[in-house]
């Protein structure tokens, strides 16, 4: 089993930046990848980026964020993942998730709300 935790979250004027973090702990040694997906009101969860434990630790984006969000893990801490968010826009409010994909399953945090203010 694997928990997740996310914080960070919270009100940021049009323009502004958070820093997201999710923090895994029990199996973690199982873990393969680890992503932020985002779901705004009346819209489909979406994935936004993703980080894979692989020798590259390869990140891929969404095209709405790109330029904009980066995935990192922690330097000291590999099983903290940041999600670092600038130039937020009004369209990027949402609950963002943490969700860590093991060999047999995947696994989600609780959410946490990010609001754009315009």
């Known amino acids: 089993q694997v928990q997740l935790v996310e914080s960070g979250g919270g009100l940021v004027q049009a323009g502004g930046s958070l820093r997201l973090s999710c923090v895994a702990s029990?199996?973690?040694?199982?873990?393969?990848?680890m992503a932020w997906l985002r779901q705004a009101p009346g819209k489909d969860r979406e994935q936004v980026a993703i980080l894979y434990n692989d020798a590259d630790t390869t990140t891929t984006y969404a095209y709405s964020v790109k330029g904009r969000f980066t995935i990192s893990k922690d330097n000291a801490d590999e099983n903290t993942v940041y999600l670092q968010m600038n130039s937020l826009q009004p369209e990027d409010t949402a609950v963002y998730y943490c969700?860590?994909?093991?060999?047999?399953?995947?696994?989600w945090g609780q959410g946490t709300q990010v609001t754009v203010s315009s």
């Open positions: 029990g199996d973690t040694v199982t873990i393969i990848s």
């Open positions: 969700k860590a994909r093991a060999r047999t399953r995947a696994y």
